[in-house]
Nanobody, 117 residues
Framework: QVQFVESGGGLVQAGGSLRLSCTVSGRSVGLNAFGWYRQAPGKERELVARISSGGDTNYGDSVKGRFTISRDNAKNTVYLQMNSLKPEDTAVYYC???????????WGQGTQVTVSS
């Protein structure tokens, strides 16, 4: 069973940065594709960044140029570096294994990111 533990969220002012971490158990981050999703109040969960098993990365238009997804195979952890944060980035952020753009595992507890203006 694959499990995800997200951390690193918090309250930050607009323009600030945060780095989220997702520790994965049950699957190797180096052999699978993983994604970071976010869900804002009243909105559907959306995929914001994806990293393939080969290391290729893709980003949603709203975060392109500001967010960077990466992984550490030795720590079996996926990261999301978020720079130039905006109030509209406020959401609960989750990671998951992905097939294409579809999540493939049970969701973790997520980590709250709040960006103040």
């Amino acid at each position: 069973q694959v499990q995800f533990v997200e951390s690193g969220g918090g309250l930050v002012q607009a323009g600030g940065s945060l780095r989220l971490s997702c520790t994965v158990s049950g699957r190797s981050v180096g052999l699978n594709a993983f994604g970071w999703y976010r869900q804002a109040p009243g909105k559907e969960r959306e995929l914001v960044a994806r990293i393939s098993s080969g290391g290729d990365t893709n980003y949603g238009d709203s975060v392109k140029g500001r967010f960077t997804i990466s992984r550490d195979n030795a720590k079996n952890t996926v990261y999301l570096q978020m720079n130039s944060l905006k109030p509209e980035d406020t959401a609960v952020y989750y990671c998951n294994r992905v097939l294409g753009t579809e999540p493939r595992g049970a969701w973790g507890q997520g980590t709250q990111v709040t960006v103040s203006s």
